[in-house]
């Protein structure tokens, strides 16, 4: 497990270019800055700036070399490499209030912006006049989208938003791509419409509630499953099929704010917890499990405190108790807001990283993982 | 040239209302809830039977209605059960309920707090302390992102 602290101040977004030696990330400014790996070390090597506000996404496009960044100044831009320097698109996305996220799609033609407009808009680039246009999907959300993740056919895109609800859509769109097949999730896909919706399906809950906002959605790799997490710490699958089956586990945790797949069954999320978790879902059980911290803290050494020490202590506390750890025993010291997969892909990954709140990230080996801690099985 | 500014009737306008993009909850068919049975929980009491009036009084809750009385009537019936409790039975109360179970007694334990009584908070604190060991700050985390309480 690799810590590297960046900066003081949060992480906003980042990522990885298509062999992992570069990373981009937003330093919590308008700026977005690239890091070359170098043996141990990092070296920035390029800084783009052209946002007047806070980059809020960016997506690297691992074929086409492509980055795409969003900010909350209602604009996104492509940046291409010409002669050593990245040069920046711009693209109209015809929003009245920031861009909250941005997704490549998997063929890397076009990409997806969610924003606090309470619409997607998905754009592409149009030879004719040389220029990204985008078309907007606007029913039926009604808050800003938090989160997007595309289906691996190019047409399905899962979107998370404020409105309590993860909703699928169509991107489809008709003049860079063929008419899908049918999928699991429907087979009629006219571009905007809703292919799933959580919390609509029947399941009256006992407790009642709409849940909170969706943080983060994921699709795995054969996209026949959807996973979300919630602002009411809960997290959720959803299966696509005849018989559309959503699962639930509601965590004792805080609310967890990233997730993504690492095998077709199990999921790591992470949140304000501070910590990686790992979840494991049965398929044929149709159950969500909690699987395990992922996060072994050193054991904080346990040395005999001195006479001294324990008089010092009583006296600044005036009590008896053995007062809690006040330092976090994580790695990451604050809230981890994103997690990307490095090698694997989301079926099989071996490494995955984490940046947060505290301007730090952290490379995780999921076979360091397995051996580390006992009863951990991603199956 | 300079409009009056005597009149302040204009600040009593709710402009949110007039938003016409105002984010409005569904509308949650309210299967008639009718809040727990107050008969059979005050049965359950007086037997000595406090867990199985525990499970009792957690069951229909109110949460569809917009019925104030009811959700009142459910609170105070429900502070009645955990009143009952001796401090030593508490743990084994909440051990027996399942996790929606928790995240309930949660929510009306906060009820509880908002209008303290005689007492009322040195019981819900104890079974405060209780539920949290089992439900972990998640369950508190659902008390407060959730759009139809108790």
Known sequence: ?379 | MSKSTVSARFRRVDVDEYDENKFVDEEDGAENQMGPDEAEVDSLIRQGNLNEALHAVLKNPPINTKNQNMKDRAEGLVLKVLSAFKSSDIEKGVQSLDRNGVDLLMKYIYKGFERPSENSSAVLLQWHEKALAVGGVGSIVRVLTARKTV
């Open chain 1, 1 to 379: 497990m690799a810590y590297h602290s960046f900066l003081l101040e949060p992480i906003s977004c980042h990522a990885w270019n298509k062999d992992r030696s570069q990373i981009a990330l937003c330093p919590n400014n308008h700026e977005v800055h690239i890091y070359q790996k170098d043996g141990t070390k990092w070296t920035r090597i390029h800084e783009l700036k052209e946002h007047n506000g806070q980059v809020t996404g960016i997506d690297w496009a691992p074929d086409s070399n492509r980055i795409v960044t969003c900010g909350a100044d209602r604009n996104a831009y492509v940046w291409t490499m010409k002669d050593g320097a990245w040069k920046p698109t711009l693209v109209i996305l015809r929003i009245n209030r920031a861009a909250r996220c941005v997704k490549w799609s998997p063929k890397e033609n076009k990409f997806a912006v969610g924003s606090g407009s309470r619409l997607i808009s998905i754009c592409y680039f149009e030879q004719e006049n040389d220029w990204w246009v985008c078309k907007h999907i606007k029913k039926p959300i009604r808050s800003t989208i938090l989160s997007l993740d595309w289906h691996p056919n190019n047409v399905l895109l899962a979107a998370g938003s404020c409105d309590f609800k993860c909703r699928m859509f169509s991107a489809y769109i008709k003049e860079v791509e063929e008419k899908p097949g049918p999928t699991p999730w429907g087979s009629k896909m006219p571009f905007g419409e809703v292919l799933f919706e959580s919390g609509t399906s029947g399941a009256a809950d006992q407790t009642g509630g709409g849940g909170g906002w969706v943080h983060s959605v994921c699709f795995s790799q054969s996209g026949n499953r959807l996973a979300w997490t919630s602002h009411d710490s809960t997290v959720s699958l959803a299966e696509g099929g005849k018989t559309r089956t959503v699962n639930s586990l509601s965590s004792e945790t805080l609310p967890l704010l990233c997730v993504t797949f690492i095998t077709e069954n199990s999921l790591v999320a992470a949140g304000h917890d501070c910590y990686p978790v790992l979840f494991v879902y049965d398929g044929a059980k149709g159950s969500l499990t909690f699987g395990g911290k992922l996060d072994v803290p050193k054991q904080a050494s346990q040395k005999g405190i001195s006479a001294r020490e324990r008089f010092q202590n009583l006296d600044r506390r005036a009590s008896e108790t053995q007062s809690t750890d006040k330092n976090l025993s994580t790695l990451h010291k604050n809230s981890i807001s994103q997690i990307s997969v490095l090698n694997g892909g989301k079926n099989n990954c071996t490494r995955f990283c984490t940046t947060g709140m505290d301007g730090g990230m952290c490379l995780w080996d999921v076979k360091t993982l397995e051996s580390a801690m006992k009863d951990l099985k991603i199956v």
